[in-house]
């Protein structure tokens, strides 16, 4: 009797225990759901609501427009954003996940992502690394999620 007493003792402390998650787990637990979804550069939709019309493409400056991240193509510590630039062109873009020395998310030495919520809204900011300066560039939420349409296939 005391054997059993014993084995169920055993197993309720055994199941009870949580396995201890790493940094970078705990700031992909932090980050999912806040980076989900599609995101439109603020700048250039305050532009687009003044003067009712699409912004003219600049091209002396390149810079991320619109974001579509995917939280379900989290690999790892790294993620894969695709991006859109005022060019007109896109790209994918792997982000990997970094705790310290403040949490963001990090791909190469060119940019960084990081979030803020504020007034229950949730605001990116992409720093990007530009010559001798680094430029913040502030990204609101416009899709939960990217649509899928009929009849195209993802390869």
């Given at each position: 009797m005391?054997?059993?007493i014993?084995?169920?003792v055993?197993?309720?402390?055994?199941?009870?225990?949580k396995r201890?998650?790493?940094?970078?787990?705990?700031?992909?637990?932090?980050?999912?759901?806040?980076?989900?979804?599609?995101?439109?550069?603020?700048?250039?939709?305050?532009?687009?609501?003044?003067?009712?019309?699409?912004?003219?493409?600049?091209?002396?400056?390149?810079?991320?427009?619109?974001?579509?991240?995917?939280?379900?193509?989290?690999?790892?510590?790294?993620?894969t954003?695709?991006?859109?630039?005022?060019?007109?062109?896109?790209?994918?873009?792997v982000?990997?996940f970094?705790?310290?020395?403040?949490p963001?998310?990090?791909?190469?030495?060119?940019?960084?992502?990081?979030?803020?919520?504020?007034?229950?809204?949730?605001?990116?900011?992409?720093?990007?690394?530009?010559?001798?300066?680094?430029?913040?560039?502030e990204f609101?939420?416009?899709?939960?999620?990217?649509?899928?349409?009929?009849?195209?296939r993802?390869?």
């Amino acid at each position: 009797m005391k054997r059993i007493i014993y084995f169920i003792v055993a197993a309720t402390v055994i199941t009870s225990c949580k396995r201890k998650l790493s940094p970078t787990e705990n700031l992909i637990d932090k980050f999912k759901p806040m980076i989900q979804g599609v995101w439109n550069n603020k700048e250039e939709m305050e532009e687009m609501a003044r003067s009712k019309r699409v912004p003219e493409r600049d091209t002396t400056q390149h810079y991320v427009s619109v974001m579509n991240i995917e939280t379900e193509k989290i690999n790892g510590d790294s993620i894969t954003i695709g991006v859109g630039f005022n060019s007109g062109e896109g790209a994918d873009l792997v982000f990997k996940f970094q705790a310290a020395p403040r949490p963001a998310l990090v791909c190469g030495d060119r940019y960084e992502l990081r979030y803020n919520v504020r007034n229950q809204d949730t605001v990116l900011y992409l720093y990007s690394k530009e010559r001798d300066s680094i430029k913040a560039t502030e990204f609101v939420k416009i899709l939960q999620k990217f649509p899928r349409f009929d009849g195209v296939r993802d390869n």
